[in-house]
């Protein structure tokens, strides 16, 4: 009799939260492809309105940022859904998330500041890889320019990784 009552249980769970998960997970599975594909071809798209190799590079470093992003909320949200089907009060996890959210946010001031001005370096195209240019008492010419870094060559061969965060004023010569 209890197995019987137990197998009714399982079958009901099955049917109801059971198929609430599976649908989240299939969703969530659908909407990471969706995301791969539309950035991909957004990419392409605004890549090739300019015949300049430098700025699809750009797109790509910026399309592969958007597209991780989305990707990363799709799948968060994705598990909340499933914790709170399988009966987890999802409250105090979006609380601890919520703080730790904080304080990794004070340790990584730097880093934020680095990658938000290396965007808009990368967006306005102040600087190019192969550029000679003087940043604060560096200057040389730029071997690479990525979100967070701008690597540059002296004359003597020496070279100088500058945090973006760090660049206040830029001698593009």
């Known amino acids: 009799m209890d197995y019987q009552v137990f197998l009714k249980k399982v079958l009901d769970w099955l049917f109801s939260s059971g198929l609430h998960i599976a649908l989240v997970i299939i969703l ?26 430098e700025f699809q590079k750009r797109m790509q470093t910026l399309g592969a940022m958007v597209r991780y992003v989305l990707i990363f909320a799709v799948i968060a949200v994705a598990v909340m859904i499933v914790l709170k089907e399988l009966g987890i009060d999802i409250g105090p996890v979006l609380a601890a998330a919520g703080i730790v959210g904080l304080a990794v946010g004070f340790g990584a001031q730097s ?55 760090h660049i206040n004023v830029v001698t593009n010569m």
Do not use: C, M
């Open 28 to 53: 969530t599975w659908i909407a990471v492809k969706i995301i791969k594909k539309l950035s991909g071809r957004l990419i392409q798209l605004v890549a090739q309105q300019k015949d300049d190799g």
């Open 111 to 165: 880093l934020v500041k680095d990658i938000i001005s290396g965007l808009f370096i990368l967006l306005e195209d102040q600087i190019r890889v192969g550029d000679v240019v003087n940043i604060g008492d560096k200057g040389g010419l730029v071997e690479k320019v990525s979100l967070r870094t701008t690597v540059l060559r002296d004359l003597a061969g020496n070279v100088h990784y500058v945090p973006n965060g």
